[in-house]
């Protein structure tokens, strides 16, 4: 019988490992994780999970008894050390071999670390998994002071979480504005004024030179030399691809492991998916890295066929969210190498407005706050690459539909 050997379980390992078996894989199946815990769901870990509105079961992908049902071997707190890749073996952190036919490497990413002296005191926090949001809240404290290194997702996302637990919350971003990475300056302003009319301070271009304290943290030294008086930090500075595992297998590595459009590797017994993965992407003709749920589990189906040989290139429209207070952010599409950008709605005033990013006289992107419908007309109109009307389209009273 054959074996398929699935690294990390997450969304993207989880997630191929069912849908291996749906699509016809009838060998063993065996999901090998580090963390303690079944695959679950991370992005309410800057969200519901932190704001302790949802339990670790609430949050789980899916119950056990459907990996038991489908015959999925489920080893969690096992971390794979090495690959042999001519013995076609992987080798555990405790020495023991497992034989695979197939292996997919579904090893995500880790949280980018910073430099700064003072990272080692007590109350100073990364956020990427369960273990990280437990240590967290147990410094949460109404009245206390939080400092948010790093204005993207993860910063002002829990930025608001933190607000609505009754801290008082402060984001220190390097960049000129938050957000800048991924959003234009329009979104990035209506970001920054709803955090600040919730209580939120927010220093852009300003850097973080140390962190102070005497076992504990106690203030944040800012470059130019703010200090913060902190009770707790959270660093979000973004995440790097955990490529270790492939690297030493002499798999080949460029900003992740690179894969196929049908994800397999430079070796064709062993696939990549998910946030450690670099592939190309049709709809924009070229390589990348993405960060998100839905590459995750579309690159796990698309794996799920190749290993069953009946692959079909991977050819999914990149898409995202984010929660903060009152506003559900939809993102479609990715906006870089953008020509225009116009506006549906006045992100100056109230809690909902889209912005589309245009290429050339077509919808390359969409950012939709509470917009649902904006945002999908807009993955259909970058799908369909079609010219587009900008006099309707920035006009809140054509409806969408007839723009599509
Ligand atoms: P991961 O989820 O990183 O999982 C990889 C797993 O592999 C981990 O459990 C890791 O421990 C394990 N592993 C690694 N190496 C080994 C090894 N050698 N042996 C055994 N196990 C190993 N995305 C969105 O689309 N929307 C959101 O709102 C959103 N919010 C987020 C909020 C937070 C706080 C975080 C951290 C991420 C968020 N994301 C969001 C991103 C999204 O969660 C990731 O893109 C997604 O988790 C990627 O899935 P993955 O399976 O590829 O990798």
Known sequence: MKTCIIVGASHAGGHLAVTLRQSGWDGGIVLVGEEPHLPYHRPPLSKDFLAGKKSLDEILIRPREVYDKANIRVLTGRRVAAIDRSAKQIVLADGERLDYDALALAVGS???????????????HYLRNVADVEAIRADVRPGGNAVIV?????GLETAAVLRGSGMNVTVVEMLERVMQRVTAPQVSAFYSRVHTEEGVKIFCGTGVNAFEGSGRIESVVCAGGKMLPADLVIVGIGIVPNVELAQAAGLEIDNGIVVDEFTRT????????????????????????????????????????????KGQPYDALPWFWSDQYDLKLQIAGLSQGHDEVVLRGDPGAGRSFAAFYLKEGRVIAVDAVNKPQEFMA?????TEKKAVDKTKLTDPAVPMRELT
């Not at 880790?110 to 100073?124: I, N, Q």
């Open 150 to 154: 790093g204005g993207g997702y993860i």
């Open 266 to 309: 430079s070796d064709p017994d062993i696939h990549a998916i998910g946030d450690c993965t670099n592939h190309y992407t049709r709809i924009y003709d070229r390589r990348m890295r993405l960060e998100s749920v839905q590459n995750a589990t579309d690159q796990a189906r698309a794996a799920a066929l190749a290993i069953c040989g």
């Open 378 to 382: 807009g993955r259909k109109l970058i």
């Open 110 to 124: 880790s949280v980018r670390r910073m430099s700064a002296p003072g990272t080692e005191l007590k109350g100073v």
